[in-house]
T-cell receptor
Framework: DAGVIQSPRHEVTEMGQEVTLRCKPI?????LFWYRQTMMRGLELLIY????????DSGMPEDRFSAKMPNASFSTLKIQPSEPRDSAVYFC???????????FGPGTRLTVT | GENVEQHPSTLSVQEGDSAVIKCTYS??????FPWYKQELGKGPQLIID?????GEKKDQRIAVTLNKTAKHFSLHITETQPEDSAVYFC????????????FGKGTKLSVKP
């Protein structure tokens, strides 16, 4: 199994630009999670999906953030417009059942200048 | 709200010694407690987990113990090796089978050869 796949691995952009992060979950996993990791706030959940439907988006910081899951094998996290405080590592994870045995991707390191 | 406290934030041991990391959680309904290891530049890797109906679980050199009454759980690593050096995160489930995880802030473990 290839594991959770994320792209790009690194993204550097200027303030105000749109950023799109991509994730392919493990095949057969019904749950997909987006996390953000910073030194100050640690690992925090942004949003998660069950069977392509958003279940909890209370962690999405602002309307500038949006996430979609058009099918079982693909999800995007979009930031528009981006700001320097969005700089962080963004992880995607997937699981067969809710919180149990979540497997993380390698992450996307986002730098907004 | 739900919270997971993790201690210590940093831990330095000599190769061959044991390391113990402790976590407490706030939600008495939590029933799943995983531990993740994160190496530099990589995503968190699930190393061991325990469910609330079990008091202890062991996998080679690592073990996890759970005290539901006190809402404590701990990770024990015996015969530490330099490759054990990483950041370790504990987590606790919330929201039931369709819920999610809340993570501790992490422990940076350094194993000195």
């Amino acid at each position: 199994d290839a594991g959770v796949i994320q792209s790009p691995r690194h993204e550097v952009t200027e303030m105000g630009q749109e950023v799109t992060l991509r994730c392919k979950p493990i095949s057969g996993h019904d749950y997909l999670f987006w996390y953000r990791q910073t030194m100050m706030r640690g690992l925090e959940l942004l949003i998660y999906f069950n069977n392509n439907v958003p279940i909890d988006d209370s962690g999405m910081p602002e309307d500038r953030f949006s996430a979609k899951m058009p099918n079982a094998s693909f999800s995007t996290l979009k930031i528009q417009p981006s700001e320097p405080r969005d700089s962080a590592v963004y992880f995607c994870a997937s699981s067969l059942a809710g919180p149990y045995e979540q497997y993380f991707g390698p992450g996307t390191r986002l730098t907004v200048t | 709200g739900e919270n997971v406290e993790q201690h210590p934030s940093t831990l330095s041991v000599q190769e061959g010694d044991s390391a113990v990391i402790k976590c407490t959680y706030s939600d008495s309904a939590s029933n799943y407690f995983p531990w993740y290891k994160q190496e530099l530049g990589k995503g968190p890797q699930l190393i061991i987990d325990i469910r609330s109906n079990v008091g202890e679980k062991k996998d080679q050199r690592i073990a996890v113990t759970l005290n539901k009454t006190a809402k404590h759980f701990s990770l024990h690593i015996t015969e530490t090796q330099p490759e054990d050096s990483a950041v370790y995160f504990c987590a606790a489930s919330y929201g039931g089978s369709q819920g999610n995880l809340i993570f501790g802030k992490g422990t940076k473990l350094s194993v000195k050869p």
